[in-house]
């Protein structure tokens, strides 16, 4: 198949801003998909409310667009109903994080067979430019005229400590290991989580005086290096990409399998 057959193309042009980052992780996320050539019968996207949730509608997959932080319960109910399906989470930031952080330790914990993408644009940009979770100390926000005096989290920090068994990092200027991240993200085995940062330069970049599209972008070139970069030495403050964690351990659906199974011989 072709990217564009999987896609809805009655619904475009797209509603994100002209720069925002999102259209190139949706890019990213088809060409992942094209590549693994899964059968889109068989792929389900679960999206909560915001401008990352827009995404499943844009695709020709299953979708449910479902209410503001839930979208991990719900592709809960879906996987454990549909084990043999792929399941796809797009969340941003207070999605996953904020309103949504209670279901993504839950879901990281159980380790249920999905894939997380957070796409950290560090502020609420559908709702006119709130601060997040992730927007970090010192940042202007709508609801931070001031500066921002939230400390943020770290998004690989909390998936690998709720117990991600798959958890990774890049950036919408990396477009062909953020595919390939996709990819690795959705064959893994387990809870996958893969952080994208995606540029909001409507609202974030306009705030903090960043600059446009290709300011942001520059940024995510020269601030962040791969993992075990000896720049990150000389300057602890650069980010890191790449996968931190990858480990097998037994996933949620299969065991609840085994369970019943047990249960029934029991009987």
Not at 178 to 190: C, F, R, T
Request: with cysteine; hydrophobic share 40%.
């Amino acid at each position: 198949m072709a990217v564009k057959d999987y896609i809805r193309q009655r619904f475009f042009p797209h509603m994100w801003c002209a720069g925002c980052g999102h259209g190139i992780i949706l890019n990213a996320l088809l060409r992942a998909v094209d590549n693994l050539g899964l059968n889109k019968k068989n792929i389900v996207m679960v999206s909560g409310i915001g401008c990352s949730a827009r995404i499943s509608g844009y695709v020709d997959f299953h979708s449910m667009h479902t209410i503001h932080g839930r979208a991990l319960a719900y592709a809960t109910g879906v996987k454990m109903s549909k084990p043999e399906l792929n399941v796809i989470v797009p969340m941003g930031d207070g999605d996953a994080l904020a309103i949504g952080g209670n279901h993504f330790i839950h879901a990281a914990r159980r380790n249920i067979e999905m894939t997380a993408i957070v796409m950290n644009n560090r502020i609420y940009g559908m709702t006119g430019g709130q601060f997040s979770p992730l927007s970090g100390y010192g940042s202007m926000g709508t609801t931070a005229p001031y500066g921002n005096i939230d400390h943020n989290f770290d998004v690989v920090d909390l998936s690998v400590a709720a117990g991600a068994t798959f958890v990774a990092r890049t950036t919408t200027y990396h477009v062909h290991e953020l595919s390939d991240l996709i990819e690795q993200a959705i064959v893994h085995k387990g809870f996958s989580v893969l952080e994208v940062l995606s540029q909001c330069p409507t609202h974030f970049g306009r705030r903090n005086k960043v600059g446009d599209a290709v300011d942001m972008l520059k940024v995510y070139k020269k601030r962040t290096v791969r993992i075990g970069s000896e720049k990150k030495q000389t300057d602890p403050d650069l980010i890191e990409r790449g996968v931190f964690v990858k480990k097998d351990l037994p996933e949620y659906c299969r065991e609840y399998d085994q369970l019943i199974l047990k249960a029934r011989q029991n009987r």
